[in-house]
């Protein structure tokens, strides 16, 4: 086995940590505080072709690999959670779909701008009836000629609002149940298709969450993503290598987390020493650096095994699952560890605390992954 990075995935992880460092991180606190989407980090970000990092050159990428992505998603998520979610839901969840089940040239018409960064990317999935339960989409469609004629909502949808192509599930037979949902592609403007308001969230403010809204929206059959009635298999599909993203997402407050509870620890003083002195918060340290290196390795692997087109389900809901909960866990120490400051806004931990909580929630709840993986043990 060997465990070192490429000269290639080095070289990208200084890169982005360097523009998260210089860029990103100084305007993570405003972001927060004024809930602003931050357009201009997202244009930098395609500058550095990094909104199409994971696919090919043809499709408009940058030719990387899944291992690459998740370093990138942890190091911009290090730095701003709002902005690491914004960049993992555009390439998860925006792009994915027209790479792995897009036509050759509805790759070229969809995926290529959208790899380039020429405008977002979201998914459409989750309703206010149909959450867990994905199979429950009451969304539907009904043919009429060479058009689909859509109705329905979507709840808790990212990027939504800067997105250029909404990708969304619909019934298109409800008498054949899952297999009964297909995957429709919506382009922005498109006549009966609506974006609601912004949602006001606990955490990641500054990333797009809005609900969507279809009223007799009309696509041409050419608009259906992939084979009909294959949506739910396709999106199950989408959402395992979302897990891998949103795993890494979760690594990266973990690793701000135990960044800004180090610094503190050596700074603050108390009984005549630093606290890092005390065997309490050595503990609390200790094992926030163990958890953190045993789920950055388990990102990895995943990754690894999805580059090498292997199964990788079982291994992304081992991370997604282990990562989220290990961050969260860091984020109530490293406010315990900053005491009455850790519970101010002055301080970052306090954003983290707050931002961490949706990594428990999004692509499948802890719940959902623990049933995911004991379904793929055979029970």
């Excluded at 200084?14 to 927060?32: H, L, S, T, Y």
């Excluded at 701003?80 to 390439?91: E, K, Q, V």
């Excluded at 009223?215 to 979302?242: A, H, M, S």
Aim: glycine share 10%.
């Amino acid at each position: 086995m060997n465990f070192e990075l490429t000269e290639e995935q080095a070289m990208l992880r200084n890169m982005v940590k360097e523009f998260a460092d210089e860029v990103i991180a100084p305007r993570a606190g405003e972001i927060d505080r004024t809930g602003e989407f931050p357009v201009d980090i997202v244009k930098k970000l395609a500058e550095l072709d990094l909104l199409g990092l994971p696919f090919p050159e043809k499709y408009g990428g940058a030719g990387g690999d899944t291992v690459s992505y998740a370093i990138a998603v942890e190091e911009i998520s290090r730095a701003c959670a709002s902005t690491g979610i914004t960049y993992a839901a555009h390439i998860s969840l925006g792009c994915s779909p027209f790479y792995l089940f897009g036509t050759e040239e509805q790759k070229q018409k969809y995926l290529v701008p959208l790899a380039k960064g020429e405008y977002m990317g979201a998914f459409g999935l989750t309703e206010p009836n149909a959450g867990s339960d994905a199979g429950g989409t009451q969304t539907h469609a009904v043919q009429d000629g060479d058009e689909w004629v859509i109705n329905g909502s979507k709840i808790f949808i990212t990027n939504a609002g800067y997105a250029g192509t909404v990708v969304i599930t619909a019934v298109t037979d409800k008498s054949k149940g899952t297999c009964g949902i297909t995957n429709f592609i919506i382009p922005r403007g498109t006549p009966g298709f609506t974006v609601g308001k912004e949602f006001d969230k606990m955490g990641l403010r500054g990333s797009n969450t809005v609900p969507l809204y279809f009223d007799n929206v009309r696509v041409p059959k050419e608009n259906i993503l992939g084979t009909p009635g294959q949506g739910f298999k396709q999106f199950l599909e989408v959402l395992d290598g979302g897990r891998i993203s949103i795993g890494a997402m979760s690594l990266g407050i973990a690793q701000a987390c135990l960044d800004a509870s180090l610094q503190y620890a050596r700074e603050r003083k108390q009984f005549g020493q630093s606290i890092s002195k005390f065997q309490a918060i050595q503990f609390k340290l200790a094992d926030m650096a163990m958890h953190i290196e045993l789920a950055r390795l388990m990102i990895w692997k995943a990754a690894w095994l999805k580059d090498n087109k292997k199964n990788f389900s079982k291994e992304a809901a081992y991370a997604k699952l282990f990562a989220s909960e290990i961050a969260a866990k860091a984020a109530t120490e490293a406010v315990q560890i900053h005491g009455g400051y850790g519970y101010m806004k002055e301080y970052p931990v306090e954003r983290f605390y707050r931002d961490v909580k949706l990594c428990e929630i999004g692509e499948g709840t802890s719940e959902v992954q623990r049933i995911v993986i004991a379904r793929l043990l055979g029970c």
